[in-house]
């Protein structure tokens, strides 16, 4: 059985609010996201892992379940808990979202999320332009709202433009995509981070989301998908410029 060290897991971090399986599942996780596990190697064995995190047997088991769940490792009798290769994993779990963040290629992985973003939700707004109902119109007319108010408070400006997309896909009625909603806001979280820094550029946001909010208001599907995709363009933009610049000073 190939086995890395203890030394080679994360030192352990307090998580308040994680149960204690929670962060041995985020810690592994994550290890195995930045590639510090290789697909087809066997994690530590459970008294390694035991030791290293100082739980239950219990706990070590079922983290590891949660993982393989996530479609990261797999049990092999007589062999251990490898890790499977990336075409197995679960990669819109908003865990899994959170740890490709922390990974090295940052760039290739938000340019991939924002290509699913520009697949699913220029469509999901066209459909809510057509079936949102009255409360729901309400509901993203609300969260535009807080967009505006927020403009120089960077989060409660994320959390407002979040609110406003996860309205929109609930008011497309589409029973296969509300399960994609979860995964949309991670997504966002995760580029907004970096395109939000600088306050000053929601100005910009808020009148692309206005052109969106109009038409879903005019129920006119065609210049809603319109609007969600221009500003989907957008915001690919200026995740490029931000990376750029995040190259540059490093």
Not at 47 to 67: M, P
Request: zero cysteines; a positive charge; proline letters at 4%.
């Amino acid at each position: 059985m190939v086995n890395r060290e203890t030394s080679m897991l994360l030192p352990r971090q307090a998580y308040p609010q994680r149960s204690l399986h929670g962060q041995v599942v985020r810690e592994i996780g994550i290890q195995i996201v930045q590639g510090r596990f290789k697909p087809g190697e066997a994690l530590p064995d459970e008294g390694t892992l035991l030791a290293r995190f100082d739980v239950s047997r219990t706990v070590v088991r079922e983290s590891l379940k949660v993982l393989a769940a996530k479609g990261l490792v797999e049990s092999r009798p007589k062999i251990g808990t490898l890790v499977r290769l990336p075409i197995f994993w679960n990669r819109l779990d908003p865990d899994m979202l959170g740890w490709q963040e922390t990974s090295e290629s940052q760039g290739a992985f938000l340019r991939s999320l924002t290509e699913v973003r520009k697949i699913v939700e220029p469509p999901a707004t066209s459909l809510a332009a057509v079936r949102a109902t009255a409360r729901e119109l309400e509901t993203i007319v609300e969260a535009y709202q807080g967009m505006a108010v927020h403009i120089a408070n960077i989060e409660a400006f994320m959390d407002a433009d979040i609110r406003f997309h996860a309205a929109i896909l609930e008011a497309s009625h589409n029973e296969f995509l509300q399960p994609v909603t979860n995964a949309i806001r991670a997504a966002m979280l995760s580029s907004l981070r970096i395109t939000n820094r600088d306050a000053t550029l929601n100005k910009h946001s808020v009148s692309l989301h206005r052109a969106v909010l109009e038409a879903l208001k005019a129920k006119d599907p065609v210049r809603a998908e319109r609007a969600m995709r221009r500003h989907l363009d957008d915001t690919w933009s200026r995740l490029k410029i931000a990376l750029k610049g995040a190259r540059k000073a490093s």
